[in-house]
């Protein structure tokens, strides 16, 4: 994604060191804020919304952020950078991000912002306190304003070094019913073991067969707690009460897939 | 001489058959219209046009045919006013008995793909209510009228009976799915109308030859069960070629039409097989080889239609024997002391530390667990399983705690809720609910649990009678 207001800027509103909220004691974490306004507009601002998904910049050896948005992080990193670009910040707006590794949230932070009826970006750094690299593995970062979701996004660090042994990627997607494209709450999506055929599970379901699963919220979206390697040989079972099963064996993503991989699944009654 | 109730039997209607493969045809052409504006303008519908559109194309192929035959009315008449009533007929029928019977009382649809037991099962009891529908709206509304003079009477009204009772159950799709997307909604409305058509006009093809020529008991009977055997037949056959779709990366707008040209092809080749039947039976009454209805017909129909209303007496009760067989069926076993029966559906999981552990992993992810804790303290064991959870989730709580009696012993009975991990982004977390019963068994204390989503009434009915089977070895 271009840095699209890097032209526009000159004008640092707010540049602050976050507080910090580690979830893991062992990993203390430290952020930095950083709002670029863009162009003014004309109509006064009532809400505020992201208008990018989250995305990830280019940080250098002294932990500085670049304009380059990055697909990954090499191992050895220090500092992350997420970004996104709003509208506009209305009275009374907080920013909250959260981070979180493989999973599990390791940093949170609150910043009141002041109104602006221009558009921008918000951008957080992230690094270690003790200045140690990242560590490797699936982050990912949530932007609110205060309780609402702006926007999200994921992002590989360390994946260099395991890039051609283990190249996973984070796995989402969308279950829909095929005839109303109506979502599909509670659906099941089981990715077994390589090696492990759905009939195998299903007449002996182990839980030691499968290699990740998630189930879809109301709106039919799932996430996969695993990342999934591009040339593994999984079997896919999607599964809803009502619906005809999915069975796929020995599915292979490819190395074409991008990543995240955003799939779209459609069942029929 | 043929007797007045035959006067007409020898009347041809070829443009009846033409008609027949026009509508055919032009359905599809007005599926493939909807698609391509679904692709190109890409109407975005929500809220009540979603819904008014889809209710305005789930009566598109009744309409269409209906409209098609009023045109030929004018060219050679017919009683449009029988047909109609017919088409309101079969709607009324299946909207009052087959939708809610299958969808209500039996609730096929939650259990058909379980297994292919239970496809053969579910598919027979939908072929055996569609088809009695059609066969109940033309036997008990139209069969004794004098208007049921020709040979293709029976097939028009079975058709517009089929298509009433398809027109009612794609109003219905539409309604309880608060709407359907364009174009795939269309191809379903369509695909479910060509199949009720057909079926609706082979039962009538045997319909009309009881009505005109003298035929043996079983005749109707078999025209029914043949009719029940194709429609199970579609259904199975839609079932297997007719499967959902994995796609990495968006998904495209043209909708699987694997279905709609089974029900198409099956719709040309009942019309095809049944106009040549019609044919030589025309052409054997002008040749005299008829035979004609016999006197006591009236009689005769009445034996025939009990034979026909007992076939389908018989079949309704072999699906609900099988339904009751696949859905209420239970397992014994015999773990550890712990002796009890859980649902013959749900598949046993072997690892783990549990004494059992059974899951309906595909349909409702419903878990039974039964485990056992060394102790005799019920509120030490309580707390221990609360760690365990609070550790893995990452919410849990107790909701309500009660004494209670299992397998005729003391026990405590808690309601809990947890969150589950998972992704942290993108997707709400997912809310389990489950319950809980410990009882004490000498020096351990089992416990009884059901893990289930939070909105599973039904499991937890079902962990109920699992719980009400079980004792203790003493």
Request: glycine fraction near 10%.
């Amino acid at each position: 994604m271009p840095f699209k207001f890097a032209a526009l800027l000159g004008l640092i509103l707010a540049c602050s060191v976050a507080t910090v909220a580690a979830a893991s004691p062992a990993l203390a974490f430290t952020g930095q804020m950083l709002l670029l306004n863009g162009p003014a507009q004309q109509s006064a601002c009532t809400t505020m919304k992201a208008t990018s998904d989250a995305y990830w910049l280019e940080t250098d050896d002294v932990g500085e952020v670049t304009d380059q948005v990055v697909e990954s992080y090499p191992s050895g990193t220090t500092t992350i950078a997420a970004a996104f670009d709003y509208n506009c910040l209305p009275k009374g707006a907080t920013i909250v991000t959260v981070f979180a590794l493989d999973g599990e949230v390791v940093f949170s932070n609150k910043a009141p912002q002041k109104p602006a009826s221009r558009a921008g970006i918000y951008s957080y750094t992230l690094s270690r306190e003790d200045g140690a690299e990242i560590p490797a593995g699936e982050w990912e970062v949530a932007f609110f304003n205060n309780k609402t979701l702006l926007a999200s996004g994921t992002i590989t660090v360390g994946g260099d070094a395991a890039q051609g042994l283990s190249d996973a990627i984070v796995v989402k997607g969308t279950i829909v019913d095929a005839k109303t494209k109506q979502p599909i709450r509670n659906a099941l999506v089981v990715l077994l073991n390589e090696g492990i055929d759905a009939e195998t599970y299903l007449n002996d379901p182990q839980d030691s067969d499968v290699y990740t699963s998630a189930t879809t919220d109301a709106r039919g979206k799932f996430v996969l707690a695993e990342p999934v390697e591009r040339t593994a040989e999984h079997t896919w079972i999607i599964a809803a009460k009502g619906y005809k099963p999915i069975v796929e064996d020995a599915l292979v993503i490819g190395d074409g897939a991008e990543d995240p991989l955003d799939l779209a699944i459609a069942m029929t009654k | 001489m043929l007797s007045p109730r035959a006067a007409k039997a020898d009347v041809g209607r070829d443009w009846f058959w033409r008609a027949e493969l026009f509508v055919v045809l032009a359905l599809f052409a007005f599926v493939a219209i909807v698609i391509a504006i679904d692709i190109f303008v890409q109407p975005a519908l929500s809220g009540p046009w979603l819904l008014l559109v889809g209710l305005v194309l789930a009566l598109v192929p009744g309409l269409l045919w209906l409209l098609f035959f009023y045109l030929q009315d004018r060219i050679e008449p017919e009683p449009i006013g029988h047909v109609a009533r017919l088409f309101v007929v079969g709607a009324a029928l299946g909207g009052a008995f087959g939708l809610p019977v299958l969808n209500d009382a039996l609730r096929v649809q939650e259990w058909l793909y379980r297994d292919s037991a239970t496809m053969a099962i579910g598919s027979l009891l939908i072929g055996a209510i569609d088809s009695f529908v059609i066969y109940a709206a033309v036997r008990f509304f139209i069969f004794d009228s004098p208007e049921f003079d020709e040979r293709t009477d029976g097939v028009v009204y079975g058709t517009a009976a089929g298509l009433g009772s398809a027109t009612i159950a794609n109003l219905h799709f539409i309604l309880a799915s608060g709407g359907a997307a364009f174009g795939p909604g269309e191809v379903y409305v369509a695909e479910v109308a060509l199949a009720q058509a057909a079926f609706g006009g082979l039962l009538g093809y045997f319909l009309g030859r009881a009505k005109l020529e003298r035929e043996p008991i079983w005749w109707l009977a078999a025209g029914f069960g043949l009719t029940v055997l194709l429609d199970a037949a579609f259904h199975l056959l839609r079932g297997q070629i007719e499967t959902g779709t994995l796609v990495f990366g968006a998904a495209g707008r043209i909708p699987s039409l694997t279905g709609l040209f089974l029900a198409g092809g099956l719709a040309v080749l009942v019309t095809a097989v049944v106009s040549v039947l019609v044919n030589r039976d025309i052409q054997r009454t002008r040749q005299g080889g008829a035979r004609p209805p016999a006197a006591d017909a009236v009689l005769g129909d009445r034996q025939a239609n009990r034979v026909v209303v007992a076939v389908f007496a018989l079949l309704l009760l072999i699906g609900l024997i099988g339904w009751h067989t696949t859905t209420n069926a239970m397992v014994l076993f015999f773990r550890e002391g712990v002796r009890g029966a859980y649902p013959a559906s749900y598949t046993l999981s072997t690892a783990d530390d549990a004494l059992l552990d059974v899951a309906d992993p595909l349909v409702s992810g419903t878990r039974f667990r039964v485990r056992a804790f060394a102790g005799q303290d019920l509120a030490v064991v309580a707390t221990q399983l609360a760690g365990e959870r609070g550790a893995s989730a990452a919410f849990y709580r107790v909701t309500e705690q009660a004494a209670a009696m299992v397998a005729g012993r003391d026990a405590l009975r808690q309601r809990f809720a947890m969150v589950e991990t998972g992704a942290f982004v993108g997707v709400t977390p997912r809310v389990v609910e489950g319950i809980d019963y410990l009882l004490i068994d000498d020096d351990r204390v089992v416990v009884v649990s059901l893990i289930a989503d939070a909105d599973s009434a039904a499991s937890e009915a079902a962990f109920e009678q699992f719980v009400q089977s079980l004792s203790l070895a003493e």
